[in-house]
């Protein structure tokens, strides 16, 4: 059984530095974070050892100190300003390109398009994204462009975590189901989004059996869980080593190794050590 690492995988610099920023604020004072700073539980493990605590965006009560975080994912100008006059520090850890995300709808808002998001709908990002504009289109699949608006010109963009091609195929569908409107796309897919897909891509070419390192609620981890399922691969998605299971990988002959933009590079190292602990045995037990 041969263990196939993915070219680009696991943590980005948005989540790397988030992560930071809240270990030195909580360094410094109490913290509450407003949400799950990013998806992954052995981050939220690591951050609560420190002391750090969790509230949620939109209820101030929730808050137990005096310092608040805005997770990696963002949040809209609403919602930041309703702390800060709540009387709350407001520190913000969103990632600059969901933030690059935030300045591209509103542009196109200002410049008279009706705005039109591609995600997923409740997603914390898209609930930010979204915020600041209540009139906001989610399309997250062919089934909701029935709800597009008949609007002269439609603004589209997308949440940073969804699957290119996806994102493509349904911006072309809007054109379609609305020939008469203009539609202007902005391409807001972050690329370490786009490096962990075409590195997947490249993945499942060579392995029969996939391992995706993440969080359950992950969006970009469960893009990668489903774009292998399409690709007809065995995949087997896990939080942490503890979870593998040596009977999962019986008929393996490569099993690829990748994991979401949120997920610990120690995390994937030590999923890595227990697959190379079950093909040894595998290997004992055949010789």
């Not at 949040?75 to 520090?89: C, H, L, P, V, Y």
């Not at 898209?126 to 209540?134: I, K, R």
């Not at 972050?190 to 969080?215: F, I, M, S």
Request: proline fraction near 3%.
């Amino acid at each position: 059984m041969k263990i196939q690492l993915a070219e680009h995988y696991g943590l980005c610099f948005g989540v790397r530095d988030a992560i930071a920023q809240a270990e030195e604020l909580a360094g410094r004072a109490p913290l509450t974070i407003l949400g799950e700073l990013v998806h992954n539980p052995i981050v939220r493990e690591r951050l609560m050892r420190q002391g750090v605590r969790e509230g949620a965006l939109h209820d101030a009560d929730s808050a137990q100190t005096p310092q608040v975080m805005i997770t990696a994912h963002g949040a809209s100008d609403k919602a930041r300003t309703e702390w800060r006059n709540a009387g709350f520090g407001v520190a913000d850890g969103t990632c600059p390109l969901v933030r690059q995300a935030h300045e591209k709808l509103r542009t196109l808002v200002e410049l008279g398009f009706a705005p039109v998001v591609i995600g997923k709908r409740g997603h914390v990002e898209v609930e930010g994204l979204t915020g600041d504009f209540p009139g906001t289109c989610i399309i997250e699949s062919a089934d909701d462009l029935a709800q597009l608006p008949h609007a002269e010109r439609l603004g589209v963009i997308s949440q940073t975590t969804q699957p290119l091609d996806k994102v493509l195929a349904l911006v072309a569908a809007i054109r379609d189901a609305r020939p008469a409107s203009e539609v202007r796309f902005c391409d807001t897919v972050c690329q370490p989004t786009k490096n962990r897909q075409t590195a997947l891509r490249k993945l499942l070419a060579e392995c029969d059996t996939l391992v995706v390192v993440g969080g359950r609620n992950s969006n970009n981890t469960l893009q990668l869980v489903a774009a292998a399922a399409v690709a007809g691969r065995a995949v087997y998605h896990v939080e942490r080593a503890e979870e593998l299971r040596a009977e999962w990988f019986r008929e393996a002959q490569v099993v690829g190794l990748t994991a979401g933009t949120s997920t610990l590079k120690e995390t994937v190292a030590t999923v890595r050590t227990r697959l190379e602990v079950i093909a040894a045995t595998f290997s004992v037990t055949t010789h």
